[in-house]
């Protein structure tokens, strides 16, 4: 099942049968090389992960390093929960962005969006982001934006993003602390919070919402604020991740509070997994409800209980969580009649 968060059912009953685009949002920022602050990855080459995870996605193998991506503890990357319902309930179309990648997937047949955007530097030292020229490159991509699919579904792969979305919404004045959800079982808090002052310290009284964003943010997040502005409810948008989408949302809220402007939402949702709904360490739903516009929000009801891999079973557990669009991948499905053990089976199919 879908459950709601904020919103109704209608906007999830209404997707049931129609067509998608899955779009999957690809940058490195240089905080995630900071020692153990982030597990979404291997050690030593986390910068690897959204490279490693869009071509899985797309082609079933990881091209640029001989094994997929995984945490220290052998949790498997959630891209293999996309690529198993891709398999299961093929998307029209995958696309990726690539907001800032090191190594750009080896990948010849996908549509890949290049913008010219470079992986951005650590937060603890200032990012150096150029803010504006990602908010407007994602507004005009928004804007020109043509698919003949009925919705778009937009995850990302973003290594340390929980860690810069938390800097983000903080330096945007929001009340989000030990709101943010980690890819660890138990949020390395210590660490973040250190490299999260050490941002916020960069930051001066007479900055600019923009300035802000290009000392303590990352790429993906400003894009999709961008691209949620630029697409203007002219298109069904599901946002599929957790609280690093939930800040997106915070930025889109702050810009328009700046420039005095308004949203309508009834085409936009955010739609994520059920560890990040039942995360004690966390709170999506209290992020959302700091926006001063409406949203439909929900959780996929899926688990690993009935798995018999252990490294699947780590995700009930509070490793992981969500990523790559896992959470919007799985309502997908589900509306689409795949039943969980179908996905479970082909996941495990590819830790064989």
């Known amino acids: 099942m879908v459950k709601n968060i904020l919103g109704k059912n209608d906007y999830i009953e209404f997707l049931r049968g129609k067509k998608a685009t899955f779009m999957l949002a690809l940058s490195n920022t240089q905080t995630a090389n900071i020692k153990d602050i982030t597990q979404a990855g ?58 800032g990648l090191e190594l750009k997937p080896n990948i010849d047949y996908f549509k890949i969006h290049d ?48 860690t810069t979305a938390l800097a983000t919404a ?10 943010f959800s980690s890819s660890f079982k138990n949020n390395p808090k210590d660490i973040k919070q250190q490299t999260v002052n050490q941002a916020l310290a960069n930051i001066k009284d007479d900055d600019d919402i923009f300035e802000i964003l290009s000392k303590v943010s990352d790429n993906m997040l400003i894009f999709t604020a961008g691209f949620i502005l630029g697409l203007n409810n002219s298109k069904k948008l599901i946002l599929a ?23 309508e939402t ?19 739903k209290a992020l959302l409800e700091m926006l001063d516009f409406n949203i439909n929000a929900y959780y996929s009801d899926f688990d690993f209980t009935t798995t018999y891999h252990p490294a699947l079973k780590l995700y009930d557990e509070g490793e992981a969580k969500e990523g790559v669009g896992a959470g919007g991948c799985l309502a997908y499905a589900i509306i689409n009649g795949i039943k969980k053990e179908a996905i479970v089976n082909k996941i495990e199919s590819f830790l064989i």
């Open 241 to 263: 991740g957790g609280t690093q989408m939930a800040c997106a949302l915070l930025v889109v809220n702050s810009i328009l509070k700046t420039m005095g402007g308004e949203i």
């Open 42 to 99: 291997i050690p030593g080459k986390i910068y690897l992960t959204p490279t490693l995870d869009s071509e899985f996605v797309c082609t079933g193998e990881v091209r640029s390093l001989e094994d997929i991506a995984q945490t220290p503890k052998g949790v498997p990357t959630p891209a293999l929960i996309t690529r198993a319902v891709h398999l299961l309930n093929p998307f029209s179309n995958i696309e990726l962005l690539n907001l």
């Open 266 to 284: 009834s085409n936009l949702s955010l739609i994520t997994t059920k560890w990040v709904y039942e995360d004690k360490n966390s709170d999506i």
């Open 170 to 179: 903080l330096a945007l004045g929001y009340d989000a602390q030990d709101k």
């Open 115 to 162: 913008f010219g955007i470079k992986p951005s530097k650590s937060i603890a030292t200032n990012a150096n982001i150029d803010s504006q020229f990602v908010f407007q490159a994602a507004v005009e991509f928004g804007q020109n934006y043509t698919t003949n699919d009925e919705y778009i579904i937009l995850g990302e792969s973003v290594p340390s993003g929980t």
